[in-house]
């Protein structure tokens, strides 16, 4: 049996209430095979986080269909949703915003594990583990996340994201909030979990460094349309669209 695209998406469409007819994104097809990770580029407000959010769930298509691993994404009902869930996480830009600011880190960890992680050994021993695994100690659990650095939340993001095993991961810009110096250490971190989990990944940045190193293809985004997507080396080397010459332009030289 041929196993189900991570990611499938078909002429999607999105519009935001009051946008006055514009679309966010017009048209988008995507596709993302199990253990693949595709890079989504463009500047800001072209309709990248939109596409984030279509293919989590979070956001329901105007028109065309996104699913997940064969589960429509666009699905409402609570009964629906879980398995979608399990499926499909998110990380992203800012982790203070995506965690409780109230609840301590290990609370946020077992809620997760609870809802959606596989049954194995208690939540505790599973929260020490992947604390651990995303390069934390285990004692991070008793924290607010008030108390930790902007590079050990995101890993914590990271951490609770990826602990129920989805299939696939989405990252929206999930080092552009972080210092220069912590961000190679955190895409390090995702391109290990990626590996040793078998993840799919749709990976989000306005940055064409970041993407080329995470992403073995690249989807170059402008007005909510896809204009170019190629194998990372080609899009590189030979880009087609005056748009992804453009980005490719605006590099420094040694790059």
């Known amino acids: 049996m041929t196993m189900a695209a991570a990611l499938e998406a078909q002429d999607l469409r999105f519009a935001y209430p009051g946008a006055e007819g514009r679309l966010a994104v017009d048209g988008v097809s995507l596709h993302i095979a199990p253990g693949q990770t595709l890079g989504l580029v463009g500047e800001s407000g072209c309709g ?14 105007s028109q065309g269909q996104v699913r997940v691993s064969g589960l429509d994404a666009s699905v409402r009902s609570s009964a629906q949703r879980l398995p979608l869930a399990r499926a499909v ?24 594990l609870r809802l959606h992680g596989p049954e194995g050994a208690s939540l505790a021993a599973q929260v020490g583990q992947w604390l651990e695994r995303v390069g934390l100690q285990p004692a991070v659990a008793g924290r607010y996340p008030h108390e930790l650095s902007g590079g050990q939340r995101q890993r914590v993001a990271i951490a609770r994201a990826v602990a129920v095993q989805p299939r696939l991961l989405v990252c929206d810009e999930p080092v552009s909030a972080l210092d220069v110096s912590v961000q190679a250490q955190i895409l390090n971190l995702l391109r290990d979990l990626q590996t040793s989990l078998g993840l799919a990944c749709l990976f989000i940045s306005h940055d064409l460094r970041v993407v080329r190193y995470m992403a073995e293809r690249i989807a170059v985004m402008q007005h909510g349309r896809i204009v170019e997507l190629a194998d990372t080396d080609r899009l590189w080397s030979a880009p087609e669209h005056p748009y992804t010459r453009q980005l490719l332009a605006s590099l420094p030289p040694d790059l």
Do not use: H, W
Request: proline fraction near 8%.
């Open 48 to 61: 990248k986080s939109t596409v984030a959010r279509l293919a989590c769930g979070l956001l329901a298509p």
């Open 89 to 112: 996480q998110m990380v992203f830009q800012d982790p203070y915003g995506s965690l409780n600011p109230r609840q301590r880190i290990g609370a946020q960890l077992a809620e997760a």
